[in-house]
């Protein structure tokens, strides 16, 4: 009860109030979110069930067309799923991936960036190099290097069956470094600080130093550029997706829905691309914005009174 | 010959440069004992801190010690594992910073910031560690310690985070308080509030203390015994009383004549020619001598020693005697 009267008091929330864009984007997000992990329970078809597909459902455009069938709102897809279901559950998918990435993204560039920034010397030479290197690299192609490696290394079958996890997996290890050097610049202007040196003249060990009391002083970074990774992750599997490296058709996310219909664009199924395409920017487009709130009211410097 | 609590023996620390190596502190030796407090007084840059640091052996990156011993309670710190130091500091040597705006974590609540504390060395509940700090922040003189135990640091005055510093500093009953300029940072009259209370708290449970200042007024209130630092060496050494009333070393005459009481109103107060020479480019013989009025002969060529002085109990590192 304490926390929420000392919540309903903070910066963050009056601040929250008192931006209509961060009120709508979160709104937005939040319905979302709703929607897509409730799929299972109100969508009205489920693509993942084969024995209620019919192919001869397939490519019927939506409801307000002449051809339209009131079964299918946003008409189906070139497999006769239903498009309204399909991009709820892609969305679940997207969602999943994009935070599940960004969750290993910051487990691995935190940790690396609390080393590299405390020990300095060698650790941080060696990492901050292997950083350089991998940022030399576009993200997408290391994620498509990565992931042509698990499709050779484990065959297509198996890659479609864990598509998700290995979707986290590479998108994770190919952002690493946008964590790591943000935390170990924070890091190097933390470590300097009295509180520090008074915590070692207290008698704590450099890892409790490390996680518990610089730690929690570089994280307001952290939660600003997570949100942007999060759109960007939820891009990078749209875009693998899209590359054929990403979701199988069977378990599409947003960015397979859009390869798939990507075909048949020019053949007059606009529906199959343009809905998910439009889902896509609207999410994405809602996390940035939120994003972008939340690092203003994190940098005190950016505080316009 | 009863043994001392602390005693520091030739300590010398060194930093490795890209040029070089810079000796920061040469030949520094002192006492403490039980309950007593020892100034150390010098300019910026004279090595006090680093003195203070070395002591628990918490210097920072290129420096290190590279020679002398520490002798605490039987074992030698420059020698011991750093678990073993790990369990002194805090707990057995603490130590006050200047600033007290950074020496607490400002996401932390200083409830958790003592408890913590009192947790890295005890083992007791975190319920009882609690109350210790609660009992403490009372000993501060904090009021309604039960409530200000919940709030963070920019909760807090400037003074009144410098008495939970002091506070945090006391948690484990150390042995000794090495007090780092406690009092720089806060504005005059807080400074003599917190300054007695230092005195007070130290008096009540006969710990030591080492009060590392530039200002020699505040030392001389304080302080049994004084150590005037120059250029990495002391140059003068003894009871607060005889050095105050009798100096020695022209530098430790100099500083007490530049005490704004020792002139009549209206004056030019005194100030000492010149300034400190950089570590890296040390004059050669005594390094004093380019402010020195007295300096001639062996002064140019020869480092005085620290030696006993006169009939007092004390020691001075000058040739012109």
């Not at chain 1, 207290?202 to 949100?227: A, C, D, E, K, Y």
């Amino acid at each position: 009860m304490d926390k929420w009267k000392k919540f309903k008091e903070s910066y963050f929330l009056y601040s929250f109030l008192r931006d209509p864009v961060a009120i709508v984007s979160f709104i937005i997000f939040l319905f979302l979110v709703i929607v897509s992990f409730s799929a299972p329970l109100i969508a009205p078809h489920d693509p993942y069930d084969t024995s209620t597909i019919s192919i001869m459902d397939s490519e019927i455009p939506p409801v307000w067309y002449g051809e339209g069938d009131d079964n299918f709102i946003l008409g189906t897809d070139s497999q006769g799923r239903d498009m309204l279901s399909t991009m709820m559950y892609g969305m679940r998918v997207s969602i999943i991936i994009g935070i599940g990435a960004v969750a290993l993204q910051a487990f691995l560039g935190v940790v690396i960036g609390l080393l590299s920034g405390y020990i300095g010397g060698r650790v941080d030479a060696f990492f901050m190099r292997l950083a350089d290197i991998q940022l030399s690299f576009s993200t997408l192609m290391v994620a498509i290097f990565i992931s042509a490696i698990f499709q050779t290394a484990f065959g297509v079958g198996k890659y479609s069956e864990y598509a998700v996890p290995i979707l986290v997996l590479i998108i994770g290890i190919a952002e690493w470094p946008q964590y790591a050097r943000t935390v170990r610049a924070s890091v190097l202007g933390e470590k300097e600080k009295e509180y520090v040196e008074a915590a070692k003249v207290i008698g704590f060990g450099s890892r409790w130093i490390m996680f518990r009391h610089i730690l929690p002083n570089t994280l307001s970074p952290v939660f600003v550029i997570s949100t942007i990774q999060v759109a960007n992750a939820v891009m990078s599997e749209a875009a693998l997706s899209f590359l054929g490296l990403g979701m199988p058709v069977t378990k599409p996310s947003l960015g397979s829905l859009i390869n798939l219909g990507f075909e048949y664009i020019f053949s007059g199924s606009w529906w199959i691309t343009i809905f998910p395409g439009i889902l896509l920017i609207i999410l994405v487009l809602v996390v940035n914005l939120l994003g972008d709130w939340l690092r203003d009211v994190l940098n005190p410097k950016l505080y316009k009174g | 010959m009863m043994e001392h609590l602390l005693e520091v023996n030739n300590l010398e620390v060194k930093f490795k440069l890209r040029t070089g190596e810079l000796t920061a502190i040469d030949n520094v030796g002192f006492t403490l004992d039980k309950g007593e407090r020892l100034g150390i007084v010098g300019e910026s840059g004279a090595g006090k801190s680093v003195t203070g640091f070395s002591i628990i052996n918490l210097i920072s990156k290129p420096g290190y010690i590279s020679g002398g011993e520490i002798m605490f309670e039987g074992k030698d710190l420059t020698r011991v594992s750093e678990d073993v130091l790990r369990h002194i500091r805090g707990n057995r040597i603490s130590m006050i910073f200047q600033d007290p705006m950074m020496t607490l974590n400002p996401v932390f609540t200083i409830g958790e910031q003592m408890a913590e504390t009192i947790l890295a060395h005890k083992n007791i509940s975190r319920k009882d560690a609690l109350e210790i700090s609660v009992e403490k922040l009372r000993q501060v003189h904090i009021p309604s310690p039960e409530t200000r135990l919940n709030q963070y640091p920019h909760e807090f005055s400037g003074g009144m985070r410098q008495r939970i510093v002091i506070a945090i500093s006391l948690l484990l009953d150390p042995a000794i308080i090495i007090a780092d300029e406690p009092t720089t940072a806060l504005d005059v009259t807080i400074q003599a509030e917190i300054m007695e209370l230092l005195l007070e708290l130290c008096e009540k449970n006969d710990t030591g203390m080492i009060l590392i200042t530039h200002d020699l007024g505040v030392v001389s209130q304080v302080t049994e015994k004084i150590a005037v630092m120059y250029a990495g060496r002391i140059v003068e050494i003894g009871s607060t009383e005889n050095i105050v009333a009798n100096p020695l070393h022209p530098y430790t005459k100099g500083l007490i004549k530049a005490l704004p009481g020792s002139r009549g109103t209206g004056e030019k107060l005194y100030q000492i020619p010149g300034s400190m020479p950089n570590l890296t480019e040390m004059p050669k013989g005594c390094a004093f001598h380019p402010r020195c009025e007295l300096a001639e002969g062996e002064c140019f060529s020869k480092v005085p020693e620290l030696i006993q002085r006169g009939n007092f109990r004390r020691l001075a590192a000058c040739h012109k005697f």
